[in-house]
């Protein structure tokens, strides 16, 4: 594994950490807090410097299953943000998130997963 991909892989972790804080925090209270929003936009920044190491260190381009797999993650941990953070913007920090976006947060986290746990077991199978 070169620096790049490297340097990507250690930054991804963060990014699950701070996913993990804040759609944990979100699922348990179903309020979207500080905290949600806090670490649900640092981990999209962390995923995306992230995507970008991993895709210069790629030796196989950056079209690969796991790479569509990973944008995908990436695009659905995007769009979760952007509605986590309209949501709250229009609503008073006391509203409990509704059921159908506090089922896309858990879905969009669950697919972000199974994108992390795909790429630490290529590099493990490696």
């Not at 999209?44 to 030796?59: E, P």
């Not at 920090?93 to 630490?120: D, Q, R």
Request: charge should be positive; include cysteine.
């Amino acid at each position: 594994m070169n620096i790049f991909s490297k340097i990507g892989a250690t930054i991804v972790i963060f990014a699950l950490a701070s996913y993990s804080v804040a759609i944990i925090t979100e699922q348990k209270k179903r309020l979207v807090t500080r905290v949600v929003l806090r670490f649900l936009l640092t981990g999209v920044i962390l995923d995306v410097i992230a995507t970008t190491f991993m895709i210069i260190g790629s030796s196989h381009g950056p079209f690969t299953l796991h790479g569509l797999l990973g944008y995908s993650s990436l695009t659905g941990m995007l769009i979760d943000t952007f509605l986590i953070r309209r949501f709250s913007r229009r609503n008073s920090p006391e509203t409990m998130v509704p059921k159908p976006l506090h089922v896309y947060s858990l879905c969009a986290y669950l697919w972000w997963n199974a994108a992390f746990i795909t790429g630490l077991l290529l590099v493990v199978l490696r």
